[in-house]
């Protein structure tokens, strides 16, 4: 659970990009982008890919960007029918970035050697 989330709600923070992904749910589909190392927020995070990434261009495994992103709580885990399956996924509350904006590469990844 990601509780040093709590209260950090508009904070400002860096991350590296470590790369692109497909997300499906609710009948929708879209691109999402993983970060790693996301300094003042959370170790990781996967965020939907927003137009404000469009701004940005096309981001390298190891580029830094600077976001803004709402905190927001979420229960995870098996919350059905099926008593087994719940014993080992429990529900519980955990955070996640939401509405990532305000995004710039403030650095880039080193450039791949030429031989």
């Known amino acids: ?6 209260g950090l709600a508009g904070r400002r923070g860096t991350a590296v990009f470590r ?13 999402s982008i993983l970060l790693g190392q996301v300094r003042d927020l959370a170790d990781r995070a996967r965020i939907n890919y927003t137009a404000g ?4 261009g096309d981001l390298r495994r190891g580029d830094i960007v600077r976001l803004t992103a709402t905190i927001d709580g979420y229960v995870k885990g098996y919350r059905r029918e099926k008593i087994d399956d719940r014993l080992m996924r429990p529900p519980a509350v955990d955070y996640r970035l939401k509405f990532p904006r ?14």
Do not use: K
Request: aromatic letters at 6%.
């Open 19 to 31: 790369q692109y992904g497909a997300c499906r749910g609710r009948g929708c589909a879209g691109r």
């Open 102 to 115: 305000r995004a710039e590469r403030i650095g880039g990844a080193p450039s791949p050697e030429v031989r």
């Open 53 to 56: 990434f469009d701004a940005v």
């Open 1 to 6: 659970m990601r509780t040093n989330l709590q």
